[in-house]
């Protein structure tokens, strides 16, 4: 083991009372000035959206997917023959993160790992001098998001929080509509997660029987895996579970339906819901609510699913602006099974995710892929609309190569203030009542039970620290 490499684990397990490290701006070396502006990317978490990780940066000039990184060694081989295939270069191969970390020719991360993974992930890059994008959400709970905060400031560093909509124009376009009073006072945002979903049933602890297969299905695509005990001693199992408290090894808690379990995930408020709660937020202009309430459960399905499948979420905002008592009020709604198309967001598929604002001159509908329309007035006459979507992936190398932090979407405090929601609402649904939260100090009033949640009981060595 290197003597940087002993150090920087040592410095991982006591971050809190570290010295900052000299860090340049472009990461760890400036290598890839001298290669046409190249920019060396590592990809941490490698199936599912990593794997459209791999295959975005493969597209961008001047960009090397130039490590991937992954506690499943299974994954490797398909990755790396996609890449050959495309022409691309071989590139380096870590189980380790810190291993990746270490690796001076890296300038930057991609995190796609699951939820519980995130901020751990971006803090330990940017305390190694590299720059970090972190799949949505970019936390597992509130107190995650101010240490991201304060460690892209304190080793000056870029972190992204990977909510690829604020890429894209339609977005872009439909919120300078709402904030330059095209809907008059916007007073209500609501956003939709209708998304079918067949529940995960239940399974025994331990490695699966040889010929036995795991089905998950993301988006429309069905993953055959074989957690057979072959296939489990290519994965490091104690690194996946990092952060979290040390569970045996069921296939219900590993590749994707980790969502479904509060120790990595976030249910589908954090899942889906990540994109649509951001967006929600963005249109009204607001930060962090006072008051929270969520209700909901696990309806239908007797399996081994602990985050609610149903549940409605609602956030009120004080503001200065605006008539009657000034306030306003952010609604979020899953719902799992058979529903509407509230909006006519989505007809003609099975699911239905977007947005819905309301103001005082009229409505506006954002579905999924950005495209926005408006209905102004009593009559609901059509009004204003767009569309078009974009490249964050572009944005981070670009804004990297810039190093001018004003120019990227998706900023890490944006994606406090919108992860938050998320947090906050489980907390009051798991709590079983409405809360009541200080936006400044970031805890809530008079209620132990509820701030002991805004944070998590962390495993050693892979412990998120106190940034100071």
């Not at 701006?25 to 990809?43: F, K």
């Not at 796609?112 to 803090?123: E, F, R, S, V």
């Not at 995960?200 to 005990?229: H, V």
Request: hydrophobic fraction near 35%.
């Amino acid at each position: 083991m290197s003597e940087s490499r002993r150090h920087f684990i040592k410095k991982s397990v006591g971050m809190a009372v570290a010295a900052p490290i000299a860090v340049n701006v472009w990461g760890t070396n400036n290598s890839w000035i001298g290669a046409n502006d190249r920019v060396r990317i590592g990809v941490v978490g490698i199936r599912g959206m990593g794997f459209s990780h791999i295959r975005n940066y493969s597209e961008l000039e001047n960009v090397e997917v130039a490590a991937l990184c992954d506690v499943d060694e299974n994954l490797f081989p398909e990755r790396l023959k996609w890449l050959e295939d495309n022409g691309k270069p071989k590139p380096k191969l870590y189980k380790d993160i810190r291993d990746l970390l270490d690796d001076k020719d890296i300038d930057a991360i991609s995190v796609a790992t699951p939820n519980h993974w995130h901020a751990l992930a971006g803090i330990w890059a940017a305390q190694a001098g590299k720059h970090a994008t972190l799949e949505k959400p970019g936390t597992h709970n509130v107190f995650e998001g101010r240490q991201l905060i304060k460690a892209a400031e304190k080793y000056n560093t870029i972190i992204q929080h990977h909510a690829e909509r604020r890429s894209f124009p339609g977005f872009q376009s439909a919120m300078k509509f709402l904030h330059s009073g095209g809907l008059g006072e916007v007073y209500m945002a609501k956003g939709l997660c209708y998304k079918w979903r067949d529940g995960i049933g239940r399974y025994p602890d331990g490695p699966m029987k040889k010929g036995e297969k795991f089905a998950t299905t993301i988006g429309s695509k069905n993953y055959i895996t074989p957690f057979t005990e072959e296939y489990l001693s290519k994965v490091d199992y104690n690194l996946w579970q990092g952060p979290a408290q040390v569970k045996p090894f069921n296939r219900n808690r590993f590749h994707y339906n980790w969502h479904w379990h509060w120790d990595y995930g976030n249910g589908d408020l954090g899942n889906q819901g990540a994109h649509q709660m951001d967006i929600a937020r963005w249109g009204l202009g607001v930060q962090h609510p006072t008051v929270i309430s969520s209700l909901g459960g696990h309806y239908m399905f007797d399996d081994a699913q602990e985050t609610p499948n149903t549940q409605i979420s609602v956030f009120e905002y004080p503001t200065e602006k605006g008539g009657g008592d000034k306030k306003k009020m952010l609604q979020f709604e899953v719902r799992h099974w058979i529903s509407n198309h509230e909006g006519g967001i989505g007809e003609g598929d099975s699911n239905n995710i977007g947005n819905l604002f309301y103001g005082s001159k009229g409505y506006m509908v954002i579905d999924l892929g950005g495209n926005w329309k408006t209905f102004m007035g009593k009559s609901r006459e059509p009004g204003p609309s767009g569309g078009g979507r974009g490249n964050m992936f572009q944005n981070y190398v670009d804004t990297i190569r810039s190093n001018d932090k004003s120019k990227l979407e998706g900023s890490i405090e944006e994606g406090h203030y919108s992860c938050s929601l998320m947090h906050l609402a489980n907390i009051s649904y798991r709590v079983g009542r409405t809360l009541n939260f200080d936006p400044v100090k970031e805890t809530f009033l008079n209620d132990t039970e509820a701030d002991e949640m805004l944070t998590r009981d962390y495993r050693h060595p892979f412990v998120v620290p106190k940034i100071v």
